[in-house]
Nanobody, 123 residues
């Protein structure tokens, strides 16, 4: 099972990026997919999550700016990031839960992880 993120990079404040996470080895149509991030010296935090039912979670700091979506046919999840700020600078990780996990985005166990992609927004 492999999750591969792409789409990170350097973007100016106020700009946009779209991260992609392509899954292989199994389908995640019944899993909750999440995007986490970890900035230097900080704990990893859940940025956004989307259940197979469509229920979504966003951390307060990204509400109204980030959107998580998924294309089950492509086994891919996306994170559209708009109005980026320097405080969004971090390594972003894609993660997936086991099938049918009960929705509790902050407490669910994410069993599968990608390798991360760097997002840098200079101040």
């Amino acid at each position: 099972v492999l999750l591969v993120e792409s789409g990170g990079g350097l973007v100016q404040s106020g700009g946009s990026l779209r991260l992609s996470c392509a899954a292989s080895g199994r389908t995640f149509s019944r899993s909750t997919m999440g995007w986490f991030r970890q900035a230097p010296g900080k704990e990893r935090e859940l940025v956004a999550a989307r259940a197979s039912s469509g229920i979504q979670y966003y951390t307060d700091s990204v509400k109204g700016r980030f959107t998580i979506s998924r294309d089950n046919a492509k086994n891919t999840v996306y994170l559209q990031m708009n109005s980026l700020k320097p405080e969004d600078t971090a390594v972003y990780y894609c993660a997936a839960t086991a099938d049918g996990s009960r929705w509790d985005p902050l407490r669910m166990e994410y069993e599968y992880w990608g390798q991360g992609t760097q997002v840098t927004v200079p101040s």
